[in-house]
């Protein structure tokens, strides 16, 4: 089957105290990264942009907090090629 490329951007926002916790991004089952938020504590976004190679269907992007003890970590704004998804987790790939 075919994949099409594609530019997925999402906003990952993060709450802490003192050391910043680390988050993976999935699409679907897969790990595209692992990050950790590094500045001066508080509220902290990072703007991830990822392309992916992925079958024409519905996906599912996922964030994982792996430090959930450090901080609260939340997300915002999800586009597939610059236009705003239906859902804040899923998108389509047409």
């Known amino acids: 089957m075919l994949l099409r490329q594609a530019e997925l951007s999402i906003e990952v926002h993060c709450l802490y105290a003192d050391q910043g916790p680390r988050y993976r991004v999935y699409v679907d089952q897969d790990?595209?990264?692992?990050?950790?938020?590094?500045?001066?504590?508080?509220?902290?976004?990072?703007?991830?942009?990822l392309i992916v190679n992925l079958q024409p269907g519905q996906h599912r992007i996922r964030i994982?907090?792996?430090?959930?003890?450090?901080?609260?970590?939340?997300?915002?704004?999800?586009?597939?090629?610059?236009?705003?998804?239906?859902?804040?987790?899923?998108?389509?790939?047409?």
């Open 31 to 49: 790990l595209l990264t692992e990050r950790s938020f590094i500045w001066i504590s508080g509220k902290q976004y990072i703007e991830e942009h």
């Open 64 to 94: 994982e907090n792996v430090d959930p003890d450090l901080g609260i970590i939340t997300t915002k704004n999800l586009t597939l090629d610059g236009i705003a998804t239906a859902g804040e987790t899923v998108f389509e790939i047409i």
